[in-house]
């Protein structure tokens, strides 16, 4: 039986060096990300989350988005596929709580999660 692997501390970031309240993974995950755009615009992006926790992540989208917008964001956990799909996803809504505009036209985003579901 393989014992339950422990995430590598370089990876994790604890409150007191962090004024976040629970730890982040930083490493980066693929998603894709549903929501609207400043211009009532419905997209669907993929993505990379920079970094996560049990509350909130950290993207960058090439899309505009205005502060409290709602998000939903599928984040693929693992490589392996079963029938063609990603063997472990993590299913979210969350909010836009902070826009940070970045070079080229891309923004950051941190978001609060509302929900979670793992398939």
Same mark, same amino acid.
Request: aromatic share 6%; net charge neutral.
């Given at each position: 039986?393989?014992?339950?692997?422990?995430?590598?501390?370089?990876?994790?970031?604890?409150?007191?060096?962090?004024?976040?309240?629970?730890?982040?993974?930083?490493?980066?995950?693929?998603?894709?990300?549903?929501?609207?755009?400043?211009? $009532?615009?419905?997209?669907?992006?993929?993505?990379?989350?920079?970094?996560?926790?049990?509350? $909130?992540?950290?993207?960058?989208?090439?899309?505009?988005?205005?502060?409290?917008?709602?998000?939903?964001?599928?984040?693929?956990?693992?490589?392996?596929?079963?029938?063609?799909?990603?063997?472990?996803?993590?299913?979210?809504? $969350?909010?836009?709580?902070?826009?940070?505009?970045?070079? $080229?036209?891309?923004?950051?985003?941190?978001?609060?999660?509302?929900?979670?579901?793992?398939?």
């Amino acid at each position: 039986m393989q014992s339950k692997q422990e995430i590598p501390d370089d990876l994790l970031v604890s409150e007191n060096e962090d004024r976040r309240s629970n730890e982040r993974i930083y490493d980066p995950f693929p998603a894709m990300v549903r929501g609207v755009d400043v211009s $009532g615009t419905a997209f669907l992006s993929r993505t990379i989350i920079d970094n996560i926790s049990t509350d $909130g992540l950290y993207l960058r989208l090439m899309h505009q988005i205005e502060h409290r917008t709602k998000l939903y964001i599928i984040v693929h956990l693992s490589n392996l596929q079963i029938e063609g799909e990603p063997a472990m996803r993590l299913h979210l809504s $969350g909010e836009v709580v902070r826009a940070e505009p970045r070079i $080229g036209g891309a923004c950051g985003f941190a978001i609060s999660i509302k929900r979670n579901r793992f398939f």
